[in-house]
């Protein structure tokens, strides 16, 4: 039997990569005849950039870039094997995780970091690039991005905006003269989970500036500078986001990199899946093993685990999903394609138990599932 392992991050304790080895480490110890092909998977959110590593191959480089108020931090990128395609998290530069929760401020807060990855990847050549926009700090329309490769955003006076959201009220005129010839040439490709437009009740600000800091004044005059922003770039560039479904992803730094980047918005999962070589490997499968942290009736609503399950259905390959946690009503996860969905905890413990544990339990749990299937297949587990 061949098993596809292809799990995503389990949050706070494990990355998709360590994830995927603690499984196959079960299924081995159950069931050493079994052949195992690890592809660790993501969204667009952390871990995208080792996912694609892993499976594709390459390496992770690193850039001292600006984070989110514009202190030096390094942040990692990957450079794929073909040499040429670049895989960005922009909260690698421009996350909240970055900030300490009194720090958190989007009107200040900008992505010019993230646009520093952008130029580096460009400085070693790179001509299609992934940006995963999961966790973002900012709230600046990806104006930080422009301005980090060489666009010019104008008050009145014809000086350069300062950083930040709430600046974009002032912004009178954008110019691209400047910007990075090189952009001409390459492809980017923007890992997106959300439908958000930029502005109105369901935008950027109101739907996710809170989470950053943002009190309900601060939600109105964020509102208000996207919107102003998004006239502007329509005036200059020719090109409209205000209402594009997406471009309020990462406080509107999706519709940044279309308006400047010229980039192609996609559904998280199926870029990463796409550039991982999801299908390929589905084809050499018999079964699919997935998981993340936490499995619920949230979870049908595009997550990767779903994705993973989706695709295998598609081929008629049964599907396992291990988790930290099972709740809810399981009906709708076995609808998305989830045969069979199980806890890797044996007992009752704490979150921090079960996290510092995480590696432990989902060796063992795969281990039983191992047995499970050994004896399915008419075979004495060892």
């Known amino acids: 039997m061949r098993i596809l392992i292809a799990p995503q991050e389990f949050k706070g304790s494990l990355s998709a990569r360590q994830a995927a080895a ?4 079960g299924i081995r110890l159950a069931w050493p005849e079994a052949k195992v092909d690890l592809l660790p998977m993501a969204d667009g959110g952390p871990g995208t950039v080792e996912a694609l590593v892993a499976a594709r191959g390459g390496r992770c480089l690193e850039a001292s870039v600006a984070d989110p108020l514009g202190r030096s931090v390094t942040a990692v990128w990957g ?7 670049a895989v960005i998290e922009m909260a690698a530069a421009s996350g ?3 900030l300490r929760p009194e720090e958190r401020d989007p009107r200040t807060a900008s992505t010019y970091g993230t646009g520093q990855l952008i130029r580096a990847a460009l400085d070693s050549g790179c001509r299609r690039i992934i940006v995963g926009v999961g966790g973002s700090a900012t709230n600046d329309g990806g104006a930080g991005v422009a301005q ?3 666009a010019g955003l104008l008050d009145g006076r014809g000086d350069e905006l300062p950083r ?6 002032g912004l009178r005129r954008i110019d691209v003269s400047g910007l990075d010839p090189r952009l001409e040439g390459c492809r980017v490709l923007v890992a997106v989970d959300v439908t958000n437009p930029l502005c109105g009740p369901t935008g950027a600000s109101a739907v996710y500036g809170p989470q ?3 009190t309900p004044e601060m939600v109105k005059e964020l509102d208000a500078a996207l919107a102003h922003y998004a006239r502007i770039i329509e005036r200059d560039l020719g090109v409209a986001v205000a209402e594009l479904p997406g471009a309020g992803a990462a406080g509107g730094l999706a519709a940044g990199l279309v308006a400047f980047l010229g980039a192609e918005l996609r559904p998280g999962f199926d870029l990463i899946a796409e550039a991982a070589g999801l299908t390929d490997r589905l084809a050499y499968a018999d079964l699919v093993l997935t998981g993340e942290g936490r499995l619920d009736t949230q979870t049908a609503y595009g997550k990767t685990v779903v994705g993973v399950a989706r695709l295998a259905k598609e081929r008629g390959l049964p599907v396992i999903a ?6 809810g009503d399981m009906a709708s996860l076995r609808e998305q394609g989830i045969d069979v969905a199980l806890s890797i905890q044996p007992g009752p413990m ?9 590696a432990e339990l989902l060796t063992a749990a795969a281990e039983r599932v191992g047995r499970l299937l050994a004896l399915g297949r008419g075979m004495r587990p060892d």
């Not at 450079?79 to 395609?85: E, N, P, Q, R, S």
């Not at 930040?164 to 009220?169: E, I, N, T």
């Not at 291990?322 to 709740?327: I, Y």
């Open 22 to 25: 603690a499984i196959a480490e």
């Open 79 to 85: 450079l794929l094997a073909d040499g040429t395609t």
């Open 96 to 98: 909240l995780v970055l």
């Open 148 to 150: 980090a490769l060489g």
């Open 164 to 169: 930040g959201g709430a600046a974009l009220a």
């Open 212 to 214: 950053k800091g943002a």
């Open 322 to 327: 291990l988790a930290g946690e099972v709740v």
């Open 350 to 358: 704490t979150l921090a138990e079960s996290e510092a544990r995480a």
